[in-house]
Structures are given as structure tokens and as C-alpha cells.
């Protein structure tokens, strides 16, 4: 089977309805801010610190650069997100760690009361509730990681073809400079 039949997205209406608002849940896919974007725009164009220029695509190499820029604010947002996301307060992540540690603290207590009777029916029933919260929170941290993982792949990809794309124009806009000395062989 193709790789293109197994991964058909969504079929049913909800299902499509709930994959359009993937993007607006986190907001890895919006556009960037202007600021970033010229401040990556100087950066790539190596900029002296009080030179400060703003991002244009009037000339192929400056379109670039400006799309270069585009791709790096993406990636770095996608990076800080998915190493940030695990940590953030209201996160899957939390929530399932939070009730992890509230399980083990009932084991540990339990233990500790008991000195190693057999678990009364009021902790199992408590043990139990816990687990039924903690199965799908830990299912949506790990669909949320996988989910930040995908765009900074995304993210990466789309970074490598900018850079290619301007490291390509920038070396042929510099043809005559020293980046394209000759190396003999037996120097390498």
C-alpha cells in the first residue's frame, strides 16, 4: 500500500473539524513577528549592531535572506516550544505528573501504615480512580509531543531549503571572493 493511501488524515466531519484547529491550539504555524524576522534578517546579512535594516525581498539574494530569516524564527519557536511545552503549568505533561505523584504518595503512605498487610478495598478503588485520570493524560502529553515533534521536523525541513536556497545565491553573487578559492586535494 502507498504511503499516500495509509495517511488520508481525517474522514469524518468532526474529525476534520477538530485536525483544522490543530494550528490555533499552540500556534507553531502563525506568522511570525516582524521583529524577530528583522532581527534573524540582520543576523543573516551579518549587520554591524547599530545598522539595523528592514527585511525586504527586492533583490533575489535579500528575498533569501528574508525567507532564511522566516525559517529560522519558525525552527527556534518550534524548538522552544516543544523543550518548553513538557514544563509549562497547564500542560498534559503536568497533569499527568501531578496525579502520578499523588498515586505514589497513596502507595508509599499505604506501605508505611500497613507495615506490608494486604491493600485494603478503599485504596485499590483509589489506586484505580487515579490510573483511570492518568491513561488519558499521559495519551494527550504524548499526542501533544508527537504533535511538536511534527512541526519542528517541519520546521527544520523548511530551514534547510532556505538555507540551501541562500547559501546558493550568496555564492553565486560572490563568485570572485575568497569563499570560492580553489582547495588542492592534499590540503583537505
Known amino acids: 500500500m502507498s504511503l499516500q493511501r495509509r495517511a488520508t488524515g481525517p474522514t ?18 502563525a506568522e511570525p513577528s516582524a521583529d524577530s524576522v528583522a532581527a534573524w534578517f540582520n543576523i543573516i546579512l551579518g549587520s554591524p549592531a547599530g545598522a539595523f535594516e528592514e527585511p525586504s525581498s527586492r533583490a533575489p539574494l535579500r528575498e533569501a535572506t528574508l525567507r ?15 523543550c518548553a511545552h513538557a514544563m509549562a503549568p497547564k500542560s498534559a505533561r503536568q ?18 501504615v500497613s507495615g506490608g498487610a494486604p491493600p485494603d478495598l478503599a485504596t485499590l478503588d483509589y489506586i484505580d480512580k487515579m490510573l483511570e485520570q492518568l491513561e488519558p493524560l499521559a495519551a494527550e502529553a504524548e499526542r501533544d509531543r508527537r504533535l511538536q515533534e ?8 523548511e530551514r534547510r531549503k532556505a538555507l540551501r536556497a541562500w547559501c546558493e545565491l550568496n555564492t553565486r553573487a560572490h563568485q570572485n571572493s575568497r569563499n570560492e578559492l580553489k582547495i588542492p586535494p592534499n590540503e583537505h
Open 12 to 29: 469524518t466531519a468532526e474529525g476534520k473539524a477538530v485536525s483544522s484547529r490543530n494550528a490555533l491550539r499552540h500556534g507553531l504555524t
Open 95 to 112: 497533569a499527568a505528573n501531578k496525579v502520578h505523584t499523588e498515586m505514589r504518595t497513596a502507595l508509599d503512605h499505604r506501605d508505611a
Open 68 to 82: 532564511l530569516a522566516v525559517a529560522e524564527v519558525r525552527y527556534h519557536r518550534a524548538l522552544h516550544a516543544l
Open 150 to 157: 511534527r512541526y519542528l521536523g517541519e520546521a527544520r525541513s
